[in-house]
């Protein structure tokens, strides 16, 4: 087997504050994609490449390092998809991975083709000839998309731990009394 090319993607944060996405149309669907500046390769979700029947062929095989910088996954497979934005077809290669949080992910390879740029101050992709398109989505939505119950549980959990932490050492938590 080939030597593992170290890349990364940072679509994995565990608690993003905000996310640059866009509507994109595949096929006869439209997914929300992800922007990743970040990262050094565009990836696809082998769910959705499986789901659209995209011929996978295989490729240099890579290290995937995600933004938490615990998730690794390694990958040798490639295809090449075709998607919309604003009514702009491009034609990409992707990397298939078995796991990530967006059906797609638009990495440094792809903006470097596209010579897309992501302007923060106005909230848009701006793609030559293409009418700048709106990004970002908020934590809400996002985990809105994700699973809602996850985060609800996580916060109980964080709550409930914290209250034992309070009545199993008072002593340690207790107002100071400063003298006036």
Not at 18 to 39: H, K, M, Q, W
Not at 110 to 126: E, M, N, Y
Not at 127 to 136: E, K, L, Y
Request: proline share 7%; with cysteine; aromatic share 10%.
């Amino acid at each position: 087997m080939g030597e593992h090319r170290p890349q990364f993607q940072a679509s994995m944060s565990s608690s993003p504050k905000f996310v640059c996405s866009v509507p994109a149309r595949l096929a006869n669907s439209t997914y929300e994609i992800l922007l990743d500046s970040g990262s050094t390769i565009s990836s696809i979700s082998s769910e959705i490449a499986e789901t659209l029947g995209l011929p996978i062929s295989a490729a240099a095989p890579i290290r995937v390092l995600f933004g938490d910088n615990k998730e690794v996954y390694y990958s040798q497979h490639r295809v090449y998809c075709t998607f919309s934005l604003a009514h702009t077809t491009f034609h990409h290669p992707f990397y298939v991975l078995p796991r990530q949080l967006f059906p797609l992910t638009l990495g440094t390879d792809w903006f470097i083709q596209s010579k897309a740029q992501l302007h923060f101050d106005s909230c848009t992709l701006v793609i030559p000839n293409v009418p700048p398109i709106s990004i970002f989505t908020t934590e809400k939505q996002l985990s809105d998309q994700v699973n809602t119950q996850v985060n609800f549980e996580s916060t109980t959990t964080t709550q409930s731990a914290i209250q034992q932490l309070l009545q199993s050492f008072p002593q340690l938590f207790q107002k100071s009394a400063h003298p006036s």
